[in-house]
Nanobody
Framework: EVQLVESGGGLVQPGGSLRLSCAAS????????MGWFRQAPGKEREFVAA????????NYADSVKGRFTISRDNAKNTMDLQMNNLKPEDTAVYYC?????????????????WGQGTQVTVSS
């Protein structure tokens, strides 16, 4: 059974940092492209970042470029999202997802599996 479990969310002040982690199980993690998305109240789920099988290729939404870094450890079956210089508009539930496409995908519909999400709140 495919399982994705996010952790690391919380409350942080503007300008602060958080590191999210996604633990994967039930499939061969190293053979799938993965992604991070987020969903704020009343809004659609949106792309944040994605990473290739080996981690050599990454891509980011313009809104987080230069502040967030996606990475993965295939030996540990984990994917992380380091978030720096957080802003109130980064407040959302963050989800990790798995896509079966052999390339970076930007639409939630192209991801077949999701974790339960972890809440990130940026507020003073």
């Amino acid at each position: 059974e495919v399982q994705l479990v996010e952790s690391g969310g919380g409350l942080v002040q503007p300008g602060g940092s958080l590191r999210l982690s996604c633990a994967a199980s039930g499939f061969t993690f190293s053979t799938y492209f993965m992604g991070w998305f987020r969903q704020a109240p009343g809004k659609e789920r949106e792309f944040v970042a994605a990473i290739s099988w080996s981690g050599a290729a990454t891509n980011y939404a313009d809104s987080v470029k230069g502040r967030f870094t996606i990475s993965r450890d295939n030996a540990k079956n984990t994917m992380d999202l380091q978030m720096n210089n957080l802003k109130p508009e980064d407040t959302a539930v963050y989800y990790c997802g798995r896509t079966s496409y052999p390339s970076i995908q930007y639409r939630p519909r192209d991801y077949g599996y999701w974790g339960q999400g972890t809440q990130v709140t940026v507020s003073s």
